[in-house]
């Protein structure tokens, strides 16, 4: 019989490889619609599923958020995330956007002080400044190429922390269903709007018009692959823990670029390597700095 700590990490590890589907699926769509509108397509549709299940399960009254400009922010937060993402994986290859993406957690230790008056430890500061040096390293040739828009995944990080300091403000407001739908539904509120505003910028890559069916389908594909990816992730994180479930979040790089080698032929570059293994090894020492954190205020 497994136990629950294997469980759970095997059902997180899943949940984090169905968010690499997505990924994969997502840049399947370059060139087909407006990646602004592909990513307000996603979060329309999950929110909708969404809101249908909270209705029945909790009734009227589970709409009514007791701090409505939080879940904004939040909403907000994962809108950035979103934008910055979709626009990304359209332009470069999958392994290159999540790996500058996962310098979030360096980010949110840094504002952690200032957001939310948390104490930042000596070895978190040497891992933030580990980890800005691997997105330097996967940087530098990407800006060349692509010139600004190379920082887009950086702009997803920023997103990502924010909604991760905005998720520790809004604990306990409401149930684990409900938090989904307030920052599903506000995130697409917002990408609508981003969208109809890049529809009327003039920029070709954010042009709208009528989506083929193909890209109706695949936006209801990765919205239920991020739906049920954070709900595996939800339910590994109840069954082992978050401290043994944190690790598996690398698993997403790993077959985001196994994906992106099969899919687009997108082989990783030493630069992406390299730099990725860097970023990875910040986010283990913030890990292991967190674990022993927490060891010491339960003596």
């Avoid at 990408?191 to 389908?217: E, H, K, Q, R, Y």
């Amino acid at each position: 019989m497994i136990s629950d700590s294997r469980a759970g990490l095997l059902a997180a590890i899943a949940g984090f490889a169905l968010f690499s589907i997505g990924d994969t699926i997502t840049k399947s769509m370059a060139g087909a619609w407006s990646p602004l509108a592909v990513a307000a397509l996603r979060f329309t549709m999950g929110a909708l599923v969404l809101g249908t299940v909270l209705a029945r399960a909790e009734g009227r009254k589970a709409f009514i958020p007791t701090r409505p400009w939080l879940q904004v922010a939040r909403g907000a937060s994962l809108g950035l995330a979103t934008v910055c993402f979709f626009t990304a994986v359209f332009i470069m290859p999958l392994a290159t956007a999540i790996s500058i993406a996962f310098f979030a957690p360096a980010i949110t230790a840094l504002l952690s002080k200032p957001l939310l008056g948390e104490t930042v430890r000596p070895l978190t500061w040497l891992a933030i400044a580990i980890a800005f040096s691997g997105v330097l390293v996967i940087l530098q040739p990407n800006v060349v190429t692509l010139g600004w828009p190379a920082l887009l995944p950086l702009g997803t990080a920023l997103g990502m922390s924010l909604l991760v300091i905005t998720n520790r403000a809004a604990a306990g407001q409401g149930s684990v269903l409900s938090m989904q739908f307030f920052v599903a539904a506000g995130s697409a509120a917002i990408l609508l709007v981003v969208s109809l505003a890049g529809g009327a910028s003039g920029i070709a890559m954010f042009a709208l018009g009528w989506p083929d069916w193909t890209v109706v389908v695949r936006c209801a594909m990765v919205a239920v692959t991020g739906t049920t990816g954070h709900w595996l992730i939800y339910y590994g994180t109840t069954r082992a823990g978050a401290a043994h479930v944190a690790p598996a979040t690398y698993i997403q790089l790993i077959t985001a670029s196994a994906l992106g080698w099969l899919a687009f032929g997108d082989i990783p570059s030493l630069a992406t390597l390299a730099g990725a293994l860097i970023i990875v090894g910040a986010g283990m020492i913030l890990w292991w700095d967190g674990r022993l954190l927490a060891s010491t205020r339960q003596r």
